[in-house]
Each structure stands twice: as C-alpha cells, then as structure tokens.
C-alpha cells in the first residue's frame, strides 16, 4: 500500500525534514497516534514528514522545496484514506446470497476469526453500525436485519481479536435473518465466505481458520472438524464452542475450548460428555465457565454511561430484582427487570428487546445460564495460538494421582474426598453429571459427620471409566463394594445420590452386596420405588423449579417414601436447607417415620390430600388441553391461506398466533443426540409452545416460513422441563 510513498526521492523527505518545525510532530496527535498503530516503524518514519508539514503557512523553505512537499502531502493524504478504508467493516453477499461481513486488522493478519452467531441472531450482530469516530458502515441499511446492532459481549471479542492480529469475519447462518443455523447445509456457504474473503484480502492459504460459536452456532462450529477440504476452510486452527456441546465423533485432531455456564446443568453435562470424549481421544480440549456476575455500574457501561448505570443499578435494587450482593434473583429472560430499567432510562434509545439489545444481551451475561459471552477473549486466543500445549483440561477430568485422599480401586486408583472417622458406620454419596458441581454434598457430608458418619465421597468424573454416562450399573456397584471392603464394612448405612447419581443410588438400593440401611435421593434422574426392599427407609429431595429434573406429579413415590421433601426454588442443586432435614432423617431409627422436615411422625401414614389436590388441578389442566386442541383443530382449514399469503411474525407470547396455525402434523427432530420421535398427540405439543411462550414471549424463537410450504419453529422451552427441540409443524398444502 505505501509503496508508492516509499519510492519517492529521498531528497524530498529530507528537504521536509530540514525546512519544517518539529513541533507540529507530537507523539500525542491524533495523526500520530493513528500513524503509529497502522505503519511499520520504516512507513511512519517517511510520514514523518507529512505530519511536520501540516501546517504549511508557517513553513519558509524555498518555493521548489515547498512544490515538493505539497506533491507529496497529497500523495500520502491519498494514501492515508485508502489505508483508513481499508481498515473499515466491509460487507458482501458472498455468491449473491450469503451475507458475510469482516473487518482486517492493523497489523499484518495472522489468521481468520470465524464468530457464529446463535438462535434470533445473525452476522451484523458482531459489527457497529456507527464506530467511535463516526464513521457509518452504510451496508448495514442493506443487510437482511436492516440495521447492525453491534451487541456488547460480541464487540468485545470482535475488537480483540482485531488486537490480536486476526480478520474478523461472520456470515449469517441458516435464513439469513433471525434464524438457527441449518448445519451441513450452512457448511459450504461459509467455506464461500471464507474463499472469498481470502481473496479479496489478499490472505495466504495457509493462514489458519479459528472458529467460535454461540449455542446454535456452537453446535454449527463443532461441525467443522469433519468437513471435507473441497469447501475451502483452510487450515482450521481450533473452535470454540460457546454454551454448546458438539458431535466429538467427527472431530480427530482440532483443538477444542468450552466456554460454558455451568448454571445450565443440562449443557454442561453434555460438555461434559464431549470433553471426556475427546480427551479419551488425545485431542486437545479444556473448559471455561462462566460463572453469575453481579450487575455494577461498571459492568453495565458497556451499554450506559456511568450515571444512567448508576440510576439503572439503583432501580433495580428498589424492584427487588438484586439481592444484597448485586446479583440477579432470577433468570433475566424472564423480563422482570426490564420494568426498573423503563422507570430509571425513560428516554433510552435501547429497545430492550430479547436477542436485539445491549441491555437485555448484559442481564443475560449476568445470569449467566445461556448466552454470548466475551468474558475470556485473552484465554481463547492463547489457547488456540498455543498449538503445541497439551495443558489439562480441568483438575477433576484428570486421573487422581495415588496420594492420601487416593482410594485403589479395580478401575485403577480414585479420588475419595473423606468425612469423619474411619471407624464410624459408612455412608456414601455419589454426585450429578455436571463435573463442576462435584463438592456439592460437602456441606451434608460434614453434618453426618458429625452424626457419627464416615462419609465418603468417591470423585467419579475424575477416572475416565467411571464417569457419569460411561460407567455401566453394574460396575459402579463394583466400585461402591471396593470403597466398602476397604473401609472395613460390611453395609452402607446410607446411600446418597444427586441426579445421576440418585438414579444410580436409587437402581443400587437393593444390592445383596451393597446391603444399603437407608436411601437419601436429591431429584433423582429416576426412581424405581418398585426395585427397593420395603424395609428400607428412603428420603427424597426436590426444588419446585427444577428444570433439570422436573417434580414429579404423581403420588406413587411419595407415598412410598418417609421422608418427601420439597423447597419451593433452588433449581437443580443440593441446598443447604437440605442439611437438616437428612441429618433428622438418618438420625431416626428405621422404622420410624419422619415429617417434612425429618422430625419423627407419630402416625406412619402419609397425607394424601396434598396429591388429591394435585390429581384434581392435573385434570382440569388436561381438560383444558383437550379444549385447546380442540381449537387448533378447527382453525385448520380458516388459516391455511393465511400462512401461504404471508409469512408469520416472532411468536412473541401471543396466543393467536400460535392458535392460528393450519397444524397437519408435527415432528420433533433430534436435537444433540435426544431423540424426539413423532408425537401422534399434535395438539397437546403445540399447546405445550404455547402455555411456555405466552408466560416467558423471549422463549419464542421465532417462525420461518420453508421453500415446501411448511412452518419451522425454533422453540427453546427453557427451564420448563422440556426438551429443547427443533418443532417443525406442516401447513396445509
């Protein structure tokens, strides 16, 4: 590019130099500053000399000197604006159809930074529409969102990555416009994206291709290790899966990074599963989390400015949507803070829209369950640069090493975390899926220590042949009857388990070899209260809004067990208002009966009137979704036309529009390994959209009219107890 400016006679720089006053070049001048963080230090010596001289009337060189110097002030001038352009948001409809925008770097490129957008999302999400200094990226009236919403967390990243050295490019997946992406299908429109991006940049071959993506675009990332060289990727460096699992089986040598919130247990269990998977695989793998942050002014003025921050933070304390600490008391998708944020910013130009605004992006972040996240921008850097590392992926998906707290077993040796003395009758806990939430019995484990309890712990995700979904039923019994024989007892007195782990407790409880006194599940992944001796006490533990493993309804278990315990919210954990409870229940003999909050009843019979009350509401609830399909059904042949005609809006909780549609059949399709088979009951799914949609309009991902006359639905039933799945339902035709 400054070719040009290079070959220009030196005489004429040195003339500039000689003949003009070096105090109008200051390293504190915006042209400086812009010079020196474009140009090599070669480069900015030469335009050393139009900076000198921007300032012409106060020069009294000679009148050939002076012609000079302006010949070359103009040439440079020239020069500069192409360099400043250059260094602009381009945007392009890459073959006519696939939007695709990127920006290069300052420096010389290093690399190509793919960023996939998720559900509701698409490419100009990444970009500003207006930057700092004003200049407007025109293209983005043209694009298909018809505006560029530069989103908060994916600024970040984008300009780090800038930082970094890296083109920073996105496409936008699936439609083209608030949409998912459509897979293998999407794959080979970016692989046009990058060619062509490659080509007009000028960019060698041999660059590397790094990849991140968020949820959708998370699973699309995870795709890439198997896709053939024809699509033109390139050397693909490594992805980054953002609140997403992928398909491990395709991917052989490209380093992967999670970045995951562990507060959505179900994904990172799966994350999990798929770290596991290819650590067993020897491919380099690690894990982020991201983890609740508290809504400051600080953290909020990347979308306010300090005092509108300030005002923001206060109303938000005055509406209770913060607790003491600054944190968030519930999810932010449920819009309960946007009314603080009306009353603190009446006059903000932030819309405050799911998926559309800087605001309800950082609540998001700050809740931390599912969404972009930039927090760890330096980390992913470093991890894909680092091609050569081979550095652990977490201390618990390591194998523990023989030590004190390291018990042997016949799968080699495991970590036991230990509670209270070896000599005291033997109780064991075995932990959920989700790695992260490992410690979580320490705070009852500690409590029956003081019982008289040697509580035991067994590290299970530590040992890749024990891990939750690895590790079959019959050989975690064979691993609970090593903790046994070497802890010198012949019984568990108590068997606790989390989720999985309750499951697996639940499914040992009547083990000839195990010999379990007493059964504590804390929602349980299943429960069979056919399979344990009728002999043996069982406490059950449950949250009212666990998502993860929803309560259940019917009384069979409850009125099986001694002890059923209920919190109205914790989620899918084991709280601390549990301790209590199960330190009563196992301190009671066993054929005494215990209440709601382990104190020994004096009747055994359990009250049914709370499950009879619970059977009546079930059957209004049913009568009222016959009712509802009922309703769909006659709407049939009214609407069909009217889907045909003209493509519908965002779901956005209105009940009509889900009532309105012309449903001829509905088919869930698997969705990240969960199979979704056909439901024959229409009605009664698309009810269940609808009742989800109208109580939270932001779980409604939207309606896509397809070429075959067909309605895709992206629908993320989110903390319902229901699958996330892909709904498609069929018009008429």
């Known amino acids: 590019m400054f070719e040009a400016l290079a070959s220009v006679d030196n005489r004429v720089l040195e003339c500039v130099l000689e003949c003009s006053s070096s105090r109008f070049f200051s390293s504190q001048s915006v042209a400086y500053r812009s010079l020196e963080a474009s140009l090599d230090g070669g480069a900015l010596e030469r335009l050393k000399a139009i900076i000198i001289f921007s300032n012409l009337d106060k020069f009294a060189g000679s009148p050939s000197c002076r012609c000079r110097m302006l010949r070359l002030f103009a040439l440079a001038s020239a020069l500069l604006c192409s360099a400043d352009e250059d260094l602009r948001p381009k945007y392009a409809r890459v073959e006519g159809e696939v939007e695709t925008l990127w920006q290069r770097p300052t420096t010389e490129p290093k690399g190509i930074f793919f960023i996939a957008h998720g559900c509701q999302h698409q490419a100009t999400d990444v970009f500003d529409e207006v930057a700092e200094d004003g200049w407007k990226f025109e293209s983005c009236a043209a694009s298909n969102y018809g505006k560029c919403l530069g989103l908060p967390e994916e600024g970040i990243l984008r300009r780090y990555a800038l930082k970094r050295g890296y083109v920073v490019m996105a496409v936008s997946g699936g439609s083209g416009v608030r949409s998912c992406w459509y897979g293998q299908r999407d794959v080979t429109k970016v692989g046009a994206a990058v060619r062509h991006i490659r080509k007009v940049e000028k960019l060698s071959e041999n660059l590397p291709l790094l990849a991140l993506g968020a949820s959708s675009g998370g699973a699309f990332v995870g795709l890439l290790p198997g896709v053939d060289a024809s699509v033109g990727l390139g050397k693909l460096q ?54 609740p942050r508290p809504l400051t002014p600080a953290f909020l003025q990347s979308c306010l400015a300090e005092t509108d921050a ?42 405050f829209k799911p998926d559309a605004s800087c605001l309800a992006e950082l609540m998001n972040v700050a809740w931390a369950k599912h969404e972009f996240s930039a927090q760890y921008a330096k980390e992913i850097f470093d991890f894909c640069e680092d ?66 309890y040697h509580v035991l712990l067994p590290h299970v995700h530590a040992n890749q042949k024990t891990r939750p979904g690895k590790v079959s039923e019959k050989d975690l019994e064979g691993l609970l009857q090593d903790l046994l024989r070497k802890s010198g007892r012949e019984e568990i007195a108590v068997l606790l388990g989390k989720s999985w782990g309750g499951g697996m407790a639940s499914s040992l409880a009547g083990s000839d070899v195990l010999k379990v006194q007493k059964l504590v599940l804390v929602a349980p992944a299943h429960a069979e209260p056919s399979s344990w001796p009728t002999s043996l006490p069982v406490a059950v533990f449950w949250a009212e809004d666990d998502a993860v493993v929803p309560l259940p309804t019917s009384p069979s278990l409850r009125t099986r067990v001694q002890l059923f315990h209920t919190e109205p919210t914790g989620g899918h954990r084991v709280l601390s208002s549990y301790v209590e409870p199960i330190a009563s229940f196992v301190r009671a003999s066993a054929a005494t009966e215990v209440d709601a909050k382990g104190v020994p009843k004096k009747s055994g019979k359990v009250d049914t009137a709370r499950e009879s009350r619970a059977e009546k509401i079930l059957a209004l609830i049913a009568a009222f979704v016959t009712m509802g399909a009922c309703l769909v059904f006659v709407q049939r042949r009214k609407t069909a036309a009217q889907i045909k005609r003209s493509r519908p809006q965002k779901i956005g909780g209105a009940l009509e529009q889900l009532s309105n549609l012309d449903v001829q059949k509905l088919q869930l399709v698997p969705y990240h390994g969960i199979h979704c088979p056909p439901s024959k009951m229409v009605e009664a799914e698309v009810t269940k959209v609808r009742s989800d949609s109208a109580r939270s309009p932001q779980f409604g991902e939207g309606w896509e009219e397809m070429p075959d006359g067909s309605v895709y639905v992206d629908t993320q039933l989110m903390g319902r107890g229901l699958l996330t799945a892909r709904t498609v339902v069929h018009s008429r035709t």
């Open 238 to 291: 490594c992805i980054v899966p953002e609140i997403m699992d992928v398909d491990s089986s395709i991917n052989d040598a490209v380093p992967t990074l999670f970045v995951h919130m562990p507060r959505d247990e179900r994904t990172a269990s799966f994350v999990a599963d798929s770290v596991a998977d290819l650590t067993s695989r020897g491919v380099r793998v690690k894990e982020l989390r991201v983890e």
């Open 310 to 351: 300030t005002k923001l933070v206060t109303a938000l304390q005055d509406h209770s949507v913060l607790d003491s600490k600054g944190f968030l008391l519930s999810d932010a998708r449920g819009r309960e803070w946007v009314p603080a944020a009306l009353e603190a910013l009446p006059n903000s130009l932030d819309s």
């Open 387 to 452: 091609e050569g590392a081979q550095e652990p992926v977490f201390a618990e998906m390591q194998d523990a090493p023989a030590d004190e707290g390291s018990w042997k077993t016949r799968f080699g040796n495991m970590e036991v975390f230990e509670f209270g003395a070896a000599s005291h009758p033997l109780a064991i806990a075995l932990p959920g899926a989700n790695p992260s939430l490992i410690r979580e019995f320490d705070p009852i484990a500690t409590r029956l220590a003081k019982e008289g």
